[in-house]
């Protein structure tokens, strides 16, 4: 009889292509060659005995049976970790606070977080979207939560932390870029519409405290609850807004780099260090986090 299944690791590099959306930046997540990774892929279709990725000038996207696959990889790979974790006496068991900014990957943070949970089923998660502002406020107030992601801006200095305890450490960089409706048809003219979140979101003041510093003429048109709210406001026309590149989406894209308006530095994503006293679980959380956030 024939072996039934997939193997791992072509599972894993299949998932780091179809994430990073081409096989390059897979072949970076999952320190192989691209000649070793296309080799992988190569054997996964030929086990799956169809095409599992559409291949063009704008990277690789999976067919409607690499959706599929995808899916079931992500479950399969998460129920390996567990297990190993679970053998290794680092199952996660008991109730973890997690704070985040939403500026944070929105498209996948969902996923990232069942991810997660899959990984960890007996962990009873709490997830609460916060400013950035209010994470690094909270970092040392032990009824808030357990672990923190916040936003800052770069070049800005890492904020230390009281003590000369350790900083917190960076997850991810990106870009921040001026954004509009992807069907504007036209570069904007000043004075500029801005979409603004409240003023206790910082990209939001620092956005307004460029323009005045630059004497670029604008107008507030909306003004939006959270990103999700900022990203249809968007869609919709209702003007121009900052955001960093995750958070760009169906129907918004980046403005030319000639419309006028001042550069913008990048942003990065930290996460919060570890608290005196901190308990075993949250330790291990943090770790496992660290692996899926970056």
């Keep these: 009889m024939s072996q039934r299944g997939f193997d791992l690791t072509q599972l894993r590099t299949f998932v780091a292509v179809a994430e990073s959306g081409g096989v390059s930046a897979g072949a970076e997540r999952v320190f192989l060659s ?5 080799e992988q892929l190569k054997k996964l279709e ?3 005995g169809q095409p599992l990725f559409v291949r063009g000038r704008q990277g690789v996207h999976p067919t ?3 959706e599929r696959l995808l899916e079931h990889a992500r479950r399969i790979i998460a129920m390996s970790e567990a297990a190993f974790d679970d053998l290794q006496g680092r199952s996660l068991d008991g109730e973890l606070r997690i704070a985040i900014t939403d500026y944070y990957r929105p498209h996948d943070i969902a996923r990232i977080l069942k991810t997660f949970s899959e990984q960890h089923p007996r962990l009873k998660l709490h997830v609460t979207v916060l400013p950035s502002t209010v994470i690094d406020s909270g970092a040392d107030d032990h009824a ?12 800005a200095p890492t904020r230390a932390r009281s003590g000369g305890r350790a900083t917190s450490t960076v997850v991810r960089r990106e870009k921040l870029l001026w954004a509009s409706a992807a069907d ?17 979101c910082q990209l939001q003041r620092f956005v307004v405290k460029l323009l005045d510093e630059h004497k670029v003429p604008y107008v507030v048109s909306h003004s939006a609850s959270g990103v999700a709210g900022l990203q249809l406001a968007l869609k919709a026309g209702l003007g121009i807004s900052c955001l960093n590149e995750s958070s760009l989406g169906d129907g ?8 006028g308006l001042p ?8 996460l919060l260090p570890p608290r005196a006293g901190e308990s075993e679980l949250v330790s291990n959380a943090r770790a496992a986090l660290m692996r899926l956030f970056a």
């Design 34 to 38: 691209q000649s070793s990774v296309s």
């Design 144 to 155: 808030s939560f357990d672990i923190g992601l916040s936003a800052r801006f770069m070049p």
């Design 263 to 270: 550069a913008l530095p990048a942003i990065e994503f930290h």
């Design 184 to 200: 504007t048809g036209s570069r904007p003219d000043a004075p500029y519409r801005l979409v603004l979140l409240p003023t206790t």
């Design 252 to 259: 918004v894209v980046a403005c030319a780099a000639n419309v």
């Design 46 to 48: 030929e086990r799956a």
């Design 64 to 66: 409607p049976a690499g």
